[in-house]
């Protein structure tokens, strides 16, 4: 909830710096969408969970990789789907800060369309996801549940609800660039190494991903 996080904070500081015990303050439209956007989604949650959080390799856990250059952005699965695309202009243009392009935003991007794209929830029942991605901050915004950086807190918010609504447990897990290989090679759209290396069948490809 990036917006509600924020204007709260900003309430808090100002309170604080006037003295205040108490502070009344209208919420915003922003605020207030995010709020029924939560709350139509818990209306159809169960509140339960069946999930061992210690097992994340074993069997009924889906393990993705996922990675992102200026150019585009690549991801594969455990069970053999995998995706190479350029990146689109509208993506380019949120990603744009001042003089050059936010590479956090644009793995944060790429992580968000492997899940999405890699995964099939079945309606009713828990699914595990592991991401493995070399880019920390996205680690950190998706293990925490939060980012400070608006751009990618908006998709983080995207990628929760949508976790909430299919009944998906995600965690990321931190790999150097050396080990992620495989979806540096398809981030740079080198899908011919990647096969080659990989063993994965170029009819797996998942192609027209949400951006």
Known sequence: MW??????IGKALDAKRRHRQQQYFRLSIQVRNEL???LQVLQGWTGEWLLDPSDWKGQGCRVLHSD???EGQGGYSDQGDWFSEAWSLATLQKAQR?????LPYLEMQAAVNAIKNLTKPTPGKPLRVLLMCDCLPVVQAINH???HE????????????????????????????????????LSRFDVFDFLQESGYSRHSRVSRLGQ
């Not at 917006?3 to 709260?8: K, N, P, V």
């Open 98 to 102: 001042k003089e050059r392009l936010s």
């Open 68 to 70: 992102a250059c200026q």
């Open 150 to 185: 608006e751009g990618m807190a908006e998709l983080l918010f995207g990628l929760s609800e949508w976790c909430v609504r299919g009944n998906v447990y995600l965690r990321v897990e931190h790999l150097s660039s050396a080990e992620n290989r495989w979806a540096d090679l």
């Open 145 to 147: 549940g939060y980012c």
């Open 36 to 38: 029924a956007a939560w």
């Open 3 to 8: 917006h509600l996080r924020r204007e709260m």
